[in-house]
């Protein structure tokens, strides 16, 4: 069992940056890979980025790549999700997900077995 707790949402201009952190407790960190999902009002659930298990690999949306960047802190049961050159159509719920011992590349086509509660990220000025 993986408890996960999101933080550092918030509110931020267009071009601005975020850092988003996740938070994990319980057994086994090290064995999950863990993503980031975002939904927008009226949007289904996506993708937005993951890392490996083994901090391997890592995995983009094509709508992020090159201004979002995963990475993870195994020590300390940590993920994080930097944010930069943030746009309005970055709006939405972000949700980190624990999923276990997959590759990073197949991070966009497996249903995660734990999920946060979710922050709110809205870009505007």
């Known amino acids: 069992q993986v408890q996960l707790a999101e933080s550092g949402g918030g509110l931020v201009r267009p071009g601005g940056s975020l850092r988003l952190s996740c938070a994990a407790t319980?057994?086994?960190?090290?064995?999950?890979?863990m993503s980031w999902f975002r939904q927008a009002p009226g949007k289904k659930r996506e993708f937005v980025g993951g890392?490996?298990?083994?901090?391997?690999?890592?995995a983009y949306a094509p709508s992020v790549k090159g201004r979002f960047t995963v990475s993870r802190d195994n020590a300390n049961n940590s993920a994080f999700l930097q944010m930069d050159a943030l746009t309005p159509d970055d709006t939405a719920v972000y949700y980190c997900?624990?999923?276990?011992?997959?590759?990073?590349?197949?991070?966009?086509?497996?249903?995660?077995?734990?999920w946060g509660q979710g922050t709110q990220v809205t870009v505007s000025s």
């Open positions: 997900a624990a999923t276990p011992m997959a590759s990073a590349e197949t991070l966009d086509q497996l249903t995660p077995s734990y």
């Open positions: 319980g057994r086994y960190f090290n064995n999950y890979s």
């Open positions: 890392i490996g298990w083994n901090s391997a690999g890592t």
